[in-house]
């Protein structure tokens, strides 16, 4: 239970969440980090069982590194999506699934990139994504204010308005709301939003 969000805007991307971490009924934590930084580029935002979501980012970190080593350039946005997926598939396939969706948001040399992949090992390009038990009311917010070519400070509000509808209905998302923007010339930019 939880509402993340991804934006992307004509400068770059915008991830948001809020940062409870739910245990059935009961609130187990009030400050779960659910936005994740790969590099200063990329950064994926989780939704689904923290422990599974954490394994399989830390476990492409340190593949993105390895492969960035060896090519000399490190992968995009969606390889490291298609990463991943992979091992979230191969888990699937193999009966022992991790319970998690991702929201991959970076900036590569291309552009700036907005990504979705679930347990199922699908990916697809979103302008602008939710997920978790909140996606339904943060979608209403994202649906009625997206435009293109927002600006990073747009898009922040926009991240901050759709998780803050989803807190206020939603009894799986709650106590607070975090904010990472990550922009074209490679800056990342934290908020904590009360």
Request: hydrophobic share 40%.
């Amino acid at each position: 239970m939880t509402t993340i969000v991804g934006i992307l805007c004509k400068d770059g991307v915008v991830l948001s969440s809020d940062r409870r971490a739910s245990k059935g009924f009961f609130i187990g934590s009030k400050i779960t980090q659910k936005i994740l930084r790969i590099d200063d580029s990329l950064a994926v935002a989780i939704a689904g069982q923290v422990s599974d979501a954490e394994y399989l980012v830390n476990a492409v970190r340190a593949e993105r590194a390895l492969v960035t080593l060896q090519r000399g350039y490190p992968l995009t946005v969606k390889e490291t999506t298609k990463l991943i997926s992979n091992v979230a598939y191969q888990g699937m396939k193999s009966y022992q699934p991790y319970f998690a969706e991702f929201i991959v948001a970076g900036v590569d040399a291309t552009s700036p990139h907005v990504y979705v992949t679930d347990m199922s090992g699908s990916v697809s390009a979103e302008n602008f994504v939710s997920s978790g038990s909140g996606s339904p009311i943060a979608y209403g917010v994202l649906e009625s204010n997206y435009k293109e070519n927002m600006t990073i400070e747009q898009a922040r509000i926009l991240g901050t308005n759709a998780v803050q509808a989803a807190m206020e209905r939603d009894p799986g998302s709650g106590d607070g709301i975090d904010v990472v923007a990550i922009a074209s010339a490679l800056l990342i930019k934290e908020v904590k939003v009360a």
